[in-house]
């Protein structure tokens, strides 16, 4: 059994701090409002910030993700009541096809393995309504941002509600588009919280076909987060596809 890498209950405190609502949130909400979405599914919600601020009069929001520490933090934080959560991956969202939009934020797609992937955006696709959108946001390979993931570039101090706290990131291993990678938080005691994280890194042409082959079209890619084109060194590749 592997440690969820984002299981750890004093660390879990520091995600929001760590990963504000920023352009993302908007572009994910402009999205939602833009289709006049009334049911959404945000897939790998973790502490559910972007979730509950996808709530909207009318609007029924679903949050879905497998760490039952994300969860249970999200389920805590205020307006939590408005949104239902889910414990799971996408092997949970129900076949309604009545969903009008399915969002999934901070490269939570990143971490669906290649073998899961075409389930995952199946299960998404049997969510939607015809016509119903898909949009996420997943890094770009070719920027290769796993060589600067180095305890030497990424090494941090910083006092937080955990502590004073020493943090930093090192690869372990990489296998094609697949990058493991351990995260280090030095707590005062000493105490070395390790979690092991991989990533899938995939090109656009695997993502483009992989939602093709669950049952998407009109597949768009930005470079950013407000139009920005694709191009090679976009650090971003955001998709937006409809289902057929
Ligand atoms: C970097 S966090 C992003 C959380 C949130 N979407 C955000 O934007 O802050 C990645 C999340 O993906 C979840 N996750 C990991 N594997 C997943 C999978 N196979 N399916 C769905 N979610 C997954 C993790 O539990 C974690 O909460």
């Given amino acids: 059994m592997t440690l969820d890498p984002y299981g750890d209950e004093e660390l879990v405190e520091l995600y ?6 920023g352009a993302d949130h908007d572009y994910f909400r402009r999205v939602a409002d833009a289709i006049g979405a009334t049911k959404v599914v945000d897939l790998g919600c973790g502490t559910g910030l972007l979730t509950r601020a996808l709530v909207a009069p009318g609007r029924v929001v679903i949050g879905i993700d497998p760490s039952p520490t994300m969860l249970n933090f999200a389920r805590r934080q205020p307006g939590a009541e408005a949104v239902t959560w889910i414990d799971g991956d996408a092997s949970v969202i129900a076949s309604t096809g009545d969903v009008d939009l399915v969002v999934s ?5 990143m971490h669906v393995s290649d073998d899961d992937l075409p389930s995952a955006l199946k299960s998404c696709a049997d969510a939607l309504r015809t016509g119903g959108v898909i949009t996420f946001e997943s890094r770009n390979p070719v920027m290769r941002a796993w060589e600067s993931w180095t305890r030497e570039a990424t090494y941090g101090e910083r006092d937080t509600s955990a502590g004073h706290l020493r943090e930093w990131v090192e690869v372990t291993e990489v296998d094609g588009g697949r990058v493991v990678f351990d995260a280090h938080n030095v707590f005062d005691d000493g105490r070395d919280a390790v979690y092991t994280t991989t990533l899938y890194f995939r090109t656009v042409e695997e993502i483009t ?3 093709e082959d669950a ?5 768009t890619i930005q ?10 060194d976009s650090r971003l590749l955001i998709f937006h596809a409809t289902k057929h």
């Fill in 223 to 232: 470079g950013g987060w407000h139009d920005e084109p694709a191009t090679t």
């Fill in 105 to 109: 934020s901070g490269n939570t797609m």
């Fill in 209 to 211: 076909a992989a939602l």
């Fill in 16 to 21: 929001d701090v760590d990963n504000p609502a």
């Fill in 215 to 219: 049952g998407f079209g009109a597949i």
